[in-house]
């Protein structure tokens, strides 16, 4: 069956950098529009980053965070540096194409210090 299983995620400094990584199966993975989706407490769900053939970022993002992919592992990556309190919020992989739509199951980033 399909699956998106996010992880990656802590606790980490205003300043600091983690890696966030999407593992995917059930699907073909390259067919995919693939993307990290953001939601913070209290707060609606938002687009953080997408990566088909080009990239796409949220403006509050932009020069900080970057996403990529490895069609040959299956797995879609978010680069995040300089972090700040406000970008703590549960990080979501997704998986689009016209057919279908596949949501992982979350995975929590605080920034604090």
């Known amino acids: 069956q399909v699956q998106l299983v996010e992880s990656g995620g802590g606790l980490v400094q205003p300043g600091g950098s983690l890696t966030l990584s999407c593992a995917a199966s059930?699907?073909?993975?390259?067919?995919?529009?693939m993307s990290w989706y953001r939601q913070a407490p209290g707060k609606e769900r938002e687009l953080v980053a997408l990566?088909?053939?080009?990239?796409n970022y949220a403006d509050f993002v932009k020069g900080r965070f970057t996403i990529s992919r490895d069609n040959a592992k299956n797995t879609v990556y978010l680069q995040m540096n300089s972090l700040k309190p406000e970008d703590t919020a549960v990080y979501y992989c997704?998986?689009?194409?016209?057919?279908?739509?596949?949501w992982g199951q979350g995975t929590q980033v605080t920034v604090s210090s």
């Open positions: 990566v088909f053939r080009s990239t």
């Open positions: 059930g699907f073909i993975f390259s067919y995919y529009d």
């Open positions: 997704r998986a689009t194409n016209y057919l279908s739509l596949y």
